[in-house]
């Protein structure tokens, strides 16, 4: 077949791809291989090595990203939207500036945030499904959702001076939350980026077949207990074979394996509402609750794994996402305080236990299709019941104040607040109270 003609049998599928004429499709097939075509690349970052991914088997993937935000009013708040877009057309990372794109809905009002007011603005979310072409591996995934949220925060305070870090939260999503958003939006994004790379807007004619990409869940749980997540399209790895320089599996040879396999989705409104009520019910006894309740459903998973396997071990409850900061900071404290705490009848509300006990061991069960991650999950209820019933002070003991002289260690209450409140503790400007006494006893005024 001559060069001509393979050129034109390109274009052509450009043109069956994308829906552009012939003309803009010669156009677009040309700029394949050109990393800055569109926009000019940032000023004074060198080019990543591979920018387009198109080297060494880069696979197209897509992240789903919620932004919440303090938002101005009217229209400079809802151009946030194409600004966001705009922002994910150049990523920066630690080699250098390579090419992204993004899809955002919204923003929609929102009461779901911690953030403190800002005068002439309002909370807003946003759903960002922001697409590259990488090698997936566990290490550049974590990069490219880091990255992907660095443009996005930069963007809106650069924007908006009086936006702060304090006012805007990107986390990343599990892929059925940003399909069931994207659903309610019937598909249409709000924003789009303007000038994205044609690699990353229609079909590259090289890769073959012009069929829909068929989408698959970023998390599953195996019938181990053992959590997997996604580093490319059905390519699946998890912490143990990553740090150990395993290949990923595919979703169909992990589904063989050790199937059947649980799809990890968003708790149910329900269930955080019936865990919210108990924790507000609860009162100053809810945090140690909390701690206990999780500790005594651990073991009993840990029994039940022992007459199975011999292993008195499960990771039953952290399989949704042990490799986040929250399930880490969750597994310590229950096999640290939890343990503690279990014969403290005093500090601790049986009701409250019970319901913990029984919604959360719902969320994990192997004999369900669906598991709910449980370290965010039970941070959502808590925040809630905070929110409810007046703060932390409302939900936990003087064991868990800072700056009392009967509080736990300063790295557990903190490990706890940031944990069940999603945020560092604040510092109360106040000395312990050991502190205290000890300055007035040495003080020679």
Known sequence: ???????????????????????????????????????RPPTGV???????????????????????????????????????????????SHEGWYRARAEVYGPRPTRETGMPPLGGHMPAMLLVRVSARRRWSADTLHAFLRDASTAILTALVNKHPRITERHVSVRALPQETGQQIVAVQQGKPDALTTEAHPSLTELHPLDGGLEE????????????????FAVGPARYTNTSLQSGGGEPQSLA???????????????????????????????????????????????????????????????????GGDDTWETQAMRSLIWGLGV???????????????EVM???????TPEADLYVEVAGSVAR?????????????????????????????????????????????????REPEDAQRLKRLTDPG
């Open 46 to 92: 060198p080019m990543a090595p591979d920018p387009l991914g198109q080297a060494d088997s880069g696979e197209l993937f897509t992240a789903p990203l919620m932004v919440v935000a303090m938002l101005p009013r009217g229209q400079a708040g809802l151009d946030a939207a194409q600004l966001i877009a705009d922002a994910c057309d150049y990523l920066i």
């Open 340 to 354: 503690d705490l279990a014969d403290k009848d005093r500090r601790l509300d049986e009701q409250a236990m019970q």
């Open 1 to 39: 077949m001559t060069k001509d003609r393979t050129r034109k049998l390109k274009i052509r599928a450009v043109m069956a791809a994308s829906g552009r004429t012939y003309s803009e499709a010669a156009i677009a097939l040309e700029q394949w291989t050109v990393p800055d075509a569109g926009r």
């Open 213 to 228: 990409a068929e989408e698959y869940p970023f998390r599953v749980v195996d019938n181990r207990d053992v959590g997997w």
């Open 381 to 429: 209820a808590f925040q809630a019941a905070a929110e409810h019933a007046g703060g932390w002070e409302a939900l936990a003991d003087r064991h868990f104040q800072p700056g009392d002289r009967f509080a736990h260690s300063p790295n557990a209450v903190e490990g706890a607040y940031a944990w069940l409140m999603g945020e560092p503790m604040p510092s109360t400007g």
């Open 358 to 364: 029984t919604i959360v061991d719902q969320w994990v």
């Open 253 to 319: 040879a992990l589904d063989a394996d050790r199937g059947p396999l649980r799809t990890v989705v968003p708790v149910p409104q329900e269930d955080l509402e019936r865990l919210r009520d108990a924790l507000a019910a609860a009162g100053p006894r809810a945090t140690a609750s909390l701690l206990v309740a999780l500790y005594r459903l651990a073991r009993h998973h840990a029994d039940q794994e022992y007459e199975r396997s011999e292993r008195r071990q499960s990771s039953r409850l952290y399989a």
